[in-house]
């Protein structure tokens, strides 16, 4: 593809016409720098993909910019020797959408030190099911068990269960050989979330943590989307030496506890911060996405197929809480 050639991409404004994501006609020039141009073939969308596109959130740092935090595609030219035309490829966070331009793009051009390739037993299609949330839920896990959690503890809860990353985290974790249990305030998707495996279902509504430090534990560890009072509960109620992986804020980002559970019970609290991870760390964990803990309910798990020109209405969904599981966007 020659430089000036165009293409479509969703590109984020913020200027005095106001903030906006339309779809607009590009060329390779207009892109962030970086040594491997893809042929895009899937993006997702994720929570932060809704807020940076809406504006309700402060995700980019500078303007215009293509939106979208992952992407899988085909590499068309590289001048990193470590990739070649047709090699199948695919980034997550990175600075995507945030500092460079992202994934909602017919052709995208990224940095070679976070490009990875395809992990065999994944397809492009596949790998932005799991997107950056996948790779998230997968992250969490991965941290857990480098601090000691093991299946023989007991159960782990996931929290906001029925988002993307909650709902990846419960087929990972059964297929991890843990039992799952689910936390959302979505009881019509009880059924749902058994079928991918979760063992019991709590409504969120009916959760009652105590008042003391420490309560009753019931859980072995937990992988947190919902941050302040949820969090700020769990922490009381871990079995000792448990571990609880927080990975999103979408009830705020307080956090009132105490360490009580920390030196008592010896509890862990790990920070995931998924888009800044080591690239030796990604690649064992899309390694494991792709192999061991490859979700067995991906169809299921993917509820909506959208193309770039029908992003917009998704975002306004997502952020309503209208939407469960993960949105794939299919351009190429």
């Not at 593809?1 to 165009?6: A, D, L, V, Y």
């Not at 998704?314 to 949105?327: E, K, N, P, Q, Y």
Request: aromatic residues 6%.
């Amino acid at each position: 593809m020659s430089s000036t050639e165009s293409f479509r991409a969703l590109r984020i404004h913020n200027d005095a016409q106001g903030y906006r994501a339309t779809l607009e006609t590009l060329a390779l020039d207009d892109l962030s720098p970086g040594e491997v141009v893809i042929k895009t073939a899937y993006s997702s969308v994720n929570y932060k993909d809704a807020l940076a596109g809406t504006g309700k959130g402060k995700i980019l740092r500078q303007y215009p910019m293509n939106g979208g935090i992952d992407v899988a595609g085909y590499v068309v030219a590289s001048t990193d020797h470590r990739f070649r035309e047709g090699d199948a490829v695919l980034c997550t966070g990175s600075g995507l959408s945030e500092t460079r331009d992202g994934g909602y793009g017919e052709y995208a051009r990224l940095q070679a030190q976070w490009t990875i390739p395809l992990p065999a037993g994944l397809t492009l299609r596949e790998s932005m099911i799991l997107g950056t949330a996948g790779f998230t839920a997968a992250l969490s896990l991965y941290r857990m068990e480098q601090n000691g959690q093991n299946p023989e503890m007991g159960p782990v809860v996931v929290t906001g269960a029925t988002g993307g990353v909650g709902s990846l985290a419960i087929d990972i974790l059964t297929r991890a050989g843990y039992e799952a249990h689910a936390i959302t305030g979505k009881i019509d998707q009880f059924d749902w979330l058994i079928g991918l495996g979760a063992r019991q279902c709590i409504a969120r509504k009916e959760l009652y943590w105590g008042q003391r430090p420490l309560e009753t534990s019931r859980w072995a560890g937990a992988i947190d989307n919902v941050g302040s009072e949820m969090l700020a509960g769990l922490t009381r109620v871990i079995h000792p030496y448990g571990n609880i992986a927080s990975c999103g804020l979408a009830a705020g980002h307080d956090l009132a506890t105490t360490v009580m559970p920390f030196i008592i019970r010896g509890v862990s609290l790990l920070g995931i911060a998924s888009a800044g991870t080591a690239r030796d760390i990604r690649e064992q964990v899309w390694e494991r996405l792709a192999g061991a803990w490859k979700p067995a309910h991906l169809d299921t798990i993917c509820t909506r197929e959208v193309g770039l020109d029908q992003l917009a209405g998704v975002f306004d969904t997502m952020l309503a809480g209208g939407s469960h599981g993960r949105t794939l966007v299919h351009i190429g």
